[in-house]
């Protein structure tokens, strides 16, 4: 019996998926390393507009050792933002290969639209920092908020019937 490929919207990632068709085999752990790769950074190109970040310059930085997260938890991407140089650091961490690995696109698209949100909220954090506030105070806040505009704008693209979203659709 052939397996069923869920077909992404991006040249590299098709032409993988065709190739594995044609073969018959699973893709092999390098193929679908490059396929993940394509996929997050093809969607972070595609919500950038919606974020109103269409001037800000990302880049990648795939690290092959996990991350502790809060409350044992591992991270699977960090953002590290510059706001006033138009800059966005994305750490991305093994846990998302292992996401997409088992077809966690709505999962990965969330994590995405979330780490994005940081640069709307980095100024905050700075102005915060100069008042007399804990670093755990200050933190709790910035992922509150990140985490609510994340929300908002979760809600508008998946509305979109032609924005990201339209290609891991369930």
Sequence with gaps: MKKKTKKLSTKNVDCLIKAQEIVGKEMNETGMQIAC??????????CLNYLLLDFVKV???????????????????KAVSSPSYHRLDINIYPPIMDMYKDKEYDEIFDIV???????????????????????LELNNENEHLTELIAEYIRLIIRADSKGPYKDIKK
């Design 37 to 46: 790769q394509d996929f997050v950074k093809k969607l972070f190109d595609d």
């Design 59 to 77: 880049s990648f930085n795939w690290v092959d050792r996990p991350a502790p997260g809060q409350n044992g938890g591992q991270v699977t991407m």
């Design 113 to 135: 639209v979330h780490e994005l949100s940081h640069i709307h909220t980095e100024k905050m954090r700075s102005l915060a920092s100069e008042r007399f506030t804990t670093p």
